[in-house]
Nanobody, 117 residues
Framework: QVQLVESGGGLVQAGGSLRLSCAASGSTSRINEMGWYRQAPGKQRELVAR???????TYADSVKGRFTISRDNAKNIVYLQMNSLKPEDTAVYYCAASLYGEGYNRWGQGTQVTVSS
């Protein structure tokens, strides 16, 4: 089994920064990719950023240039540095893991990010 625990959410003013962390435990050798998704009220969950074991990254267009995903493979932690935050970034952010051969099927509990205008 793989468990994911997020931390680092909170309330910030527009233009501010937050860093989210996600610690993976359990059968971490099964993890290929890790990613961050978000879900705002009344909207579908969407991909924010993802990173694979070779540090290949993908970002949603809405966060390019503002968010940075990184990964510490030795510690099994993935980070999401969020700069220049906007009110539209307000959402519950979820850490997710894609296991080899299975896709994204492990999720953290979510952490709330609220950006005030």
């Amino acid at each position: 089994q793989v468990q994911l625990v997020e931390s680092g959410g909170g309330l910030v003013q527009a233009g501010g920064s937050l860093r989210l962390s996600c610690a993976a435990s359990g059968s971490t050798s099964r993890i290929n990719e890790m990613g961050w998704y978000r879900q705002a009220p009344g909207k579908q969950r969407e991909l924010v950023a993802r990173i694979d074991r070779g540090d290949g990254v993908t970002y949603a267009d809405s966060v390019k240039g503002r968010f940075t995903i990184s990964r510490d493979n030795a510690k099994n932690i993935v980070y999401l540095q969020m700069n220049s935050l906007k009110p539209e970034d307000t959402a519950v952010y979820y850490c997710a893991a894609s296991l080899y051969g299975e896709g994204y099927n492990r999720w953290g509990q979510g952490t709330q990010v609220t950006v005030s205008s």
